[in-house]
């Protein structure tokens, strides 16, 4: 499985872009390129092997121990953002950010030898902005000399299975963007840096092998993969990410740490630490340096054992250590200098300062072979009935939260495009777009929207999106003023998800603008303010059915019975309810492990049912049939057919969960009638898995869609969040919606996850959306994808009072584009890049064979698809759009240069940015 | 009470003695004289009020707040002096003062106005050895600039009511002769900084003020007291510490701090704190500057209410704080800048890093007039339950340890004088006096001595002391072999306390060098190894009787019955018992407060007597007789009565203390039969007490001795180490003896006080000794003092094996002393200084007024008693002696040059220190 491509992934050529930029007048930014960097970069016969930059000495016929001096700093997670990096609220945990980074900074002037790298670039960015330029000349020097090193590099350690790929290239493009600015070449991270989130998915990997990074270095993975990779020697591997990315595109090389990201057990020298320090005065009782050393050595050949090469890391550094960087280094300094002096005596261990990326390029330089991995490490446990897959789920309202303020980043991102500098500055005062990007990004983060964190955290995420979206509300409200030539003021009913909207209840004629940031299939809908309140049909119907979809209903039950794609004239029984897992509280014999925020463990794998029935009542209008569901008096759902769907809509909604019985677990619901999914039950592709928890240790994370299907039909579940399921018995998938617990799970949360509704006691209540979609399996691609595309970015309404001006076209549609993109394609970004320029991204959205149609190779003429986006309007102020600003006139605003040639060819899975250089039209 | 000499001591005259060095051939370290400054200073209008060095600007019309970074660093405590040091065994606590010192140094160098001031030279010395010459030269240029000052400065912060102010001056001495010899005139300490120990002795700051500091600072006194002194406005005051020494050689101005030594409650920003940083980005949602000047400013003005002046001393730091020394001073550094600037907007508020002396130099410029104090603030109570009194007492065994090891140095110090460069290399093989020096200095800690460390840490003090020892063995035997002219080897039976002797127990035939460092009262005893294992008298006798003293029993309880000084013809009755106090076991409803180490609260003011009968059997010999008491399984005594002596001694045996009933408290040994003792009964020299103890707030600690006297009797105790003790009822006086106790007392130590025997799992058996003495009262002092001294510098006993040479003298006594000096005036200290200087300090050791004798001044001759000490054998060895070194001929080794005049005043109390130069004689 040994890939000769893969030498350009190994390689260390640090700061040899830097000529680069000189030579272009347009930025080239090649780490925010996502292109794999062997695209862009220079034949494998430049590459330099110099070592200089790594500063070390390095012993051939020795074994080489990699001392990586680091730190981990959680963009939230027991205390807020803005805690950790003040050192607020140490009571709940010792953690000062700002502190570390004076202090390593210090540290590493001291002495030439120190090495660092850094990785929060959320934080790294607030503490170099307090500095004076004669510190900020010094840290320059030392990221130019290789002494500070980036790695990862984005504005947080990204979650990997509560995420959506989208955000998470915001947020590295955020973060890299940063360093870039800052550093140019040598602020370049090298190396992704994945040490602590709670699995990781192959979906990452490819997005970091595009991003051009060399390797991929992670703590965490399943206690029994480990074993099974310690035995084989298989801890460093090769990822292929994709199966659509030809290879080496999505190659990425993997090395698994050896203990987590901790240092081996007894060399802890961080103030958070208790090791003995070396005490190496011998005229004092407790000199120790004999003991240090004896005791380092077989740890270093313990360690030596499980991996392959002469070369071998170590992590010196966990959470938030390093504020009194002084301990580590002192201590480093004496290990290094002691054990490396007894060489002298025939030892044959050398120990160095080093990085992640100077470890990579020896690794590369030992010329092995790395077996090939191609799946996810999902999920993962770290014993026998410790299963970290109640994150899926833990705290939906969160994750919700997250997907939608996604949309509406985007929307604002594409609009102050749209409406030119006044969007900044404009009638409605002066808004950003930073704010919501910068809190979307601390969104990403593992302990964030993976609902990991405190309860005070959780709040302080929310309040910064909220925030974030009051920023880009101005934006908005500018943009669509320019656009319209209209400056009545904009309402944004933020809570319609519970029909809440001053403005709509108390008028009956508003104006509703319709803004979607959707690219590639204008969307029409239509509020339907009044039917929805007056016209209500309160009939018993046992049918619903629309031009392409039809759902029939037990009518003794008042389940879900069929489901017909009327189309391709296919049906299937189809049956749904909810249920619960009574969750485990940590008092059985077998384990102490109780359900928390991280671990999901229901006592028993028999789910209880919710009820058997649900009282049900229907509403018909002419534009959607309605079936409610009351299961309970906490569980209700509204299945709906909208006329022009091709996908039923479930809309579920679960809670306050009651108290007794008093351990709770996941509502779920659970589908049944079709059979397999993509994870074989109770089987792991690369080892012979002992299944210990067969409920939990099946669950995977659904980001954005799933689906069970035979040969004939595909049922496929769109999500509107990041969920958890699985598919326990054959035919069936079920989804976790909610959580609710009592107990913490012992991994650092230190709280029950027991979310509260914000006005009563009560546990919160949680509603969402999941769209099924019924097609041939040939065809469920064409179906899900958009279907997928349209639900994570939906649209965002706006309302102004008063109707349509008379004679106004109760329709008008502007789009920003001037042509629709082929459906394949997707315009994943487009913002503001500088004053200047824009950074587009274009994706390919489908995979290798999941579509006939779409699942090939297209073109996009970036001139003619620059005027990117589109807004959509029903009401009359699209007539004056077209007026002012006709669609095509938006390509006109700017000079547009392209990255060498105007056209790209995308294939499918590929992502593609550019930056284009943009000036106004004279 | 105000007094104008107090100029002197207020003046801040910083590093001006710089030149004095210069001017003399002679080494004169001004802050080792123990003369009082003013006396070898300059005068008052020659004083510099420059307060650049203080690098401060007053605000006249302000509320100045003199910021004041420190730390404080016991040496030894919860973990031994090395495990602070490194910062080792950081599972007990967090504490590591190598990294202190790194700390500070680095975060001083950032910001010329930054301050901190350092106490422990124990610690700092370490540190200083282990610094690169860039960094000795760098601290150098902080000290000679004023930035890093040192306090106190001497080896340790010594306890004050457990210590013999000769080990105190000896670890001062140590401390700061470092200083000086390191940093020269600009390391010199101008203040005293005693901020944790328990209570403070008169005695303590007159060695202080005969030291030259400037003034004296602590936090520990009683509630009540402090309570009284914020209403009075007397925090700050005029300590007279001496009713002996002339005005103002005993003064000291003293301050109060207002918090302990810990910051206003908030503003804690050493990583062991948790209160909130300074975050002063205002885009933040934790901004709290406006927040964290309002909570100072109101800190200061409610201070400022209970002091006199226009300036206030914050003391910043606390245990071990500034390891990470960047979140104090970040910190500090904002609070100045934001608290200093709204003076722009009318604030009344200046505050400054500062130091104890500059701080002190402006209170001196405030021109007041502070309160007189004569007596102690002795016993401390930080409640109405939590006497600090148990501490005097804690420990006994390491307690008498100290002691002895005392002893062992001064004759270890004197023979090394004695026997020349030999001494420390010759033909015992190479030995030193600095290891028992550095050891007896770490163990005037006032967690050492004190007893209130943790177990480990007690036995390390002791492993310390006995380490030093071994090294000063080598010392001793090579001096005597170069004394003597024999290199027969030398036994010290270090365990004689139990008869534990296997040169003594093997060989009949013994020679016995008694080597006494006492010098001017040569003491003749005899081991009579023999007759003591053989000879025994076991007949019951009542009376012991000899040519002084004679002691009556009562035969039926068996008792002390009476006690007569037959050369003043005085008797009274006196009976003695032993008793235990019952402990509180924290578990009463009116105070939780359980005894420990620290805290003494009996659960019961009535303590239990052991027995009312003694068993006794008694011995008689020619030497000495013996009544042998046995009071119960754990309580025993032996009263005995030498035949020269005018003391009758009480050697007691207490323990192992028994398990039941369950919450043991101290044995104790109760006397009476005579009135008062100094201490009245429930009553404060300065306040109104409320007494809430009334056995715990009625002892007092006994350091040496302890009287009680009526016009005509006066019967004083001499004790063998520092005891607590009361005179609870009118005639009596109890002495606590042991404590063992089950619980902690919660102030820190986190363990109880359960000593227990090496070997066997039962509690700890301790013996000692206690000198009674009945004289009138005018003539107690002239029994007492020396009786006292002898006590406490006991001779040391070495055995060689075989008899005295045929025809050899049976009692040979050598003397390094020309002639006996005044039996007023003692050597407190003959050591060396250095290759070519020894160390000579004298003092007169009685008070003003209590002798008729010898309550005057003396004048003593140098050059007469520079032959300083003696040297006794019973033995043969002498004659060598005389052969070789003829005692006349030891004051022609050297060329002695003294400092102006060879012939030195002491006036009562008075202890002068001189170094001498010397020469070998050619």
Chains 1, 2 share one sequence.
Request: aromatic share 10%; hydrophobic share 35%.
């Amino acid at each position: 499985s040994r890939d000769p491509a893969r030498h350009k992934h190994m390689s260390h050529d640090r700061c040899l872009y830097s000529n680069m930029v000189a030579l272009s007048p347009v930025l080239v930014l090649t780490y925010l390129s996502y292109f794999h960097s062997a695209v862009l970069s220079f034949p494998l016969d430049q590459q330099s092997h110099d070592t200089s930059s790594c500063g070390y000495k390095v012993m051939p016929n020795m074994l080489n121990v990699h001392l990586v001096p680091h730190t981990h700093d959680d963009v939230g997670w027991l205390k807020t953002v803005d805690q950790y990096f003040y050192g607020g609220r140490n009571d709940i945990q010792h953690a000062g950010v700002q502190y570390i980074l004076d202090s390593v900074v210090g540290q590493l002037l001291q002495n030439p030898e120190r090495r660092f790298i850094y990785v929060e670039t959320a934080f790294f960015y607030r503490w170099w902005k307090n500095q004076p330029p004669s510190m900020q000349k010094a840290v320059r020097q030392l990221v130019d000399q290789g002494r500070l090193e980036f790695v990862n590099g984005g504005w947080c350690m990204s979650d990997e299975a509560t995420t959506h790929y989208s955000a998470v290239i915001d947020q590295m493009t955020l973060g890299l963007r940063f360093l870039n600015d800052t550093f140019g070449p040598c602020g370049r991270p090298r190396v992704a840096w994945h040490i602590d989130p709670f699995g990781h998915a192959r979906e990452h990997a490819s997005m970091f092998a595009q991003m051009g990074y060399d390797g991929f270095f992670f703590g965490r993975l399943d206690y029994q993969d480990r074993t099974n990779r310690i035995r084989t020697l298989e801890q460093e591997l090769l990822w292929r990410a994709s199966e659509s990315l030809e290879p080496p595109y999505a190659d990425l090389f993997t090395g698994i740490l050896p203990n987590g990201y901790n240092p081996p057990k007894g060399f802890c020298w961080d103030q958070s630490c208790d090791d003995a320090p070396i005490m190496d005065d011998p005229d004092l009782e407790d000199y120790n340096v004999d003991d240090v050393v004896q005791r380092f050595a077989a740890a270093a050949n313990s360690q030596a054992m499980a991996y392959k090469t002469k070369h071998i890391i170590m992590t010196m550094g966990s959470d938030f250590q390093y504020e009194n960087a002084n301990l580590w280094y002192k201590n480093l300094d004496k290990l290094i200098r002691y054990v490396n002096t007894r060489q002298a005596n025939g030892s044959q261990i050398n120990v160095l300062y080093s990085t992640p990326s100077c470890y990579l390029q020896e690794l590369h330089r030992a010329n092995l072979t790395w077996t090939l991995k191609t799946d996810d490490f999902f999920p993962y446990a770290d014993d026998a009935h410790n299963f970290w897959t109640g994150y899926f789920t833990s705290r939906p309202a969160l994750k919700r939260y997250e997907r939608v303020s996604n949309g509406r980043l985007q929307t604002c991102n594409q609009l102050e495009v749209l409406g030119g500098p006044s969007s900044r500055k404009g009638p409605f005062g002066a808004g950003d777009s930073e704010t919501l990007r910068e809190a979307m990004a601390v969104a990403q983060h593992h302990d964030a929207v993976s609902g990991t964190e405190k309860q005070h955290v959780a709040n302080d995420y929310a309040r910064r999106l909220a925030n974030g979206w009051q920023h880009c509300q101005v934006v908005v409200s500018n943009s669509l003023a320019a656009l319209s030539g209209s400056s009545a003021g904009r309402i944004y009913c933020d809570n319609l998800n519970v029909s809440a909207c001053p403005l709509t209840e108390a008028s009956k004629k508003v104006t509703d603008i319709h803004a979607h940031s959707c690219t590639h299939a204008p969307v029409k809908t239509k509020i339907w303010i009044e039917e929805y309140f007056f016209n209500r049909v309160c009939v018993c119907v046992c049918v619903c059915v629309c031009q392409f979809v039809r759902a029939t209903f037990d009518p003794a039950t008042g389940l879900l019975d069929s489901l017909t794609n009327l189309e391709t004239q296919q049906t299937i029984r189809l049956t749904q309810n909810f249920y619960w897992y009574n969750a485990s509280d940590g008092k059985s014999s077998i384990s102490d492990q109780a359900s928390g925020a991280y671990i999901f463990r229901p006592n028993s794998s028999s789910p209880f049912i919710i009820s058997c029935t649900a009282e049900t009542e229907s509403i018909q209008t002419p534009e959607l049939q309605e079936v409610r569901q009351q299961f309970g008096p906490w569980v209700s759902q509204v299945i709906r057919l909208h006329s022009n769907s091709k996908a039923l809509e479930m809309e579920w909604t679960v809670g306050p969960v009651p108290d007794p019985p008093r351990y709770h677990s996941p509502a779920l619901s659970r589908l049944a009638g079709v059979t397999s999914w993509s994870h074989r039950k109770d089987f792991r592709p690369t080892w012979d898995l002992r299944q210990t928890e067969p409920v939990a240790g099946n669950y995977y994370p659904i980001n954005s869609r799933a689906y069970i299907k035979d040969d004939k039909d595909q049922l496929t579940v769109v999500t509107d969040r990041s969920q958890g399921g699985s598919s326990i018995h054959d035919g069936s998938l079920e989804i976790m919606l909610h959580r609710r617990l009592l107990h913490d799970d012992w991994r650092g949360v230190g709280e029950p996850l027991n979310e509260m509704s914000g006005v009563f006691p009560l546990g919160l209540v949680v509603r969402g959306r999941l769209l099924l979609s019924l097609t041939p399996p040939a065809l469920a691609a064409d179906a899900h994808r958009p279907l997928a595309q349209e639900n994570v970015l939906q649209p965002l309404l706006s309302f102004t009072e008063g109707g349509p001006p008379p004679g106004s076209l109760l329709e008008v549609c502007f789009s920003g584009l001037q042509a629709a993109l082929p459906p394949a394609v997707h315009l994943l970004t487009l913002s503001q890049w500088g004053q200047d320029s824009l950074l587009i991204r274009l994706e390919h959205q489908f995979q290798t064979k999941e579509s006939k149609e779409h699942s090939v190779p297209f073109t996009v003429n970036l001139q003619v698809y620059t005027q990117y986006t589109h807004i959509c309007t029903w009401e009359p102020l699209g007539t004056h759009i077209h007026t002012l600003f006709p669609s095509q006139s938006i390509i006109n605003l700017f000079m547009v240069y392209l990255i060498g040639k105007d056209s790209v060819i995308l294939t499918p899975m590929q992502i593609r940015t550019f930056i284009l250089r943009v000036a106004p039209r004279r």
